[in-house]
T-cell receptor
Framework: TQLLEQSPQFLSIQEGENLTVYCNSS?????LQWYRQEPGEGPVLLVT?????EVKKLKRLTFQFGDARKDSSLHITAAQPGDTGLYLC????????????FGTGTRLTIIP | NAGVMQNPRHLVRRRGQEARLRCSPM?????VYWYRQLPEEGLKFMVY????????ESGMPKERFSAEFPKEGPSILRIQQVVRGDSAAYFC???????????FGQGTRLTVV
């Protein structure tokens, strides 16, 4: 069973601060996706990282895939209230089937 | 999430009734996943289907739960004889094929009273 642990579980910071969310596993994934989920809605895909060591930027969000493809991080600079939400990482394996396994989630609150 | 349609958005059932949740994937997307989410928790994998075939059902409870994705029509997640513990949000995701990205519907919130 592949487990994806996210840390921290909850994070509440002031607007304008920086933060990093971590996603760790003992399993290797062929790719890893990050989603954001608003209350009452489904997860919305933010980014997919595929190559070990890959870094992708999406405006103030920076995503990194670990060299061994077992972990990932999401860094947000100058956080804004609109960044508030549940952030989920999800790992994809394609060893026989393509099951997408989700992390435990990080609930982020940005205080104006 | 445009194009991934789940209905109903909210479903209330009494204990012992049946719940049917529908997912109409985006056109051309033949891979469907079902997930369950409890409040303040992540998404728990239930089942992965490709047209007419169940690929992985390792997350499905052994009893009362079933899923199908027929050749024509939406994918259906069926819960028989619902109990209070079945209350949750159920999400469907779909993909076009292998090594492609998954897109989620808005979910069905099931409440068992």
């Amino acid at each position: 069973t592949q487990l994806l642990e996210q840390s921290p579980q909850f994070l509440s910071i002031q607007e304008g601060e920086n933060l990093t969310v971590y996603c760790n596993s003992s399993s290797v994934f062929s790719s890893l996706q990050w989603y954001r989920q608003e209350p009452g809605e489904g997860p919305v895909l933010l980014v997919t990282v595929v190559t070990g060591g890959e870094v992708k930027k999406l405006k103030r969000l920076t995503f990194q895939f670990g060299d061994a493809r077992k972990d990932s991080s999401l860094h947000i600079t100058a956080a804004q209230p609109g960044d508030t939400g549940l952030y989920l990482c999800a790992g994809l394996t394609n060893f026989g089937n393509e099951k997408l396994t989700f992390g435990t989630g990080t609930r982020l609150t940005i205080i104006p | 999430n445009a194009g991934v349609m789940q209905n109903p958005r909210h479903l209330v059932r009494r204990r012992g009734q049946e719940a049917r949740l529908r997912c109409s994937p985006m056109k051309g997307h033949s891979h469907v996943y079902w997930y369950r989410q409890l409040p303040e928790e992540g998404l728990k994998f239930m089942v992965y289907l490709q047209k007419e075939n169940i690929i992985d059902e390792s997350g499905m409870p052994k009893e009362r739960f079933s899923a199908e994705f027929p050749k024509e029509g939406p994918s259906i997640l069926r819960i028989q004889q619902v109990v209070r513990g079945d209350s949750a949000a159920y999400f469907c995701a779909n993909k076009q094929g292998q090594n492609t990205e998954a897109f989620f519907g808005q979910g069905t919130r099931l409440t068992v009273v």
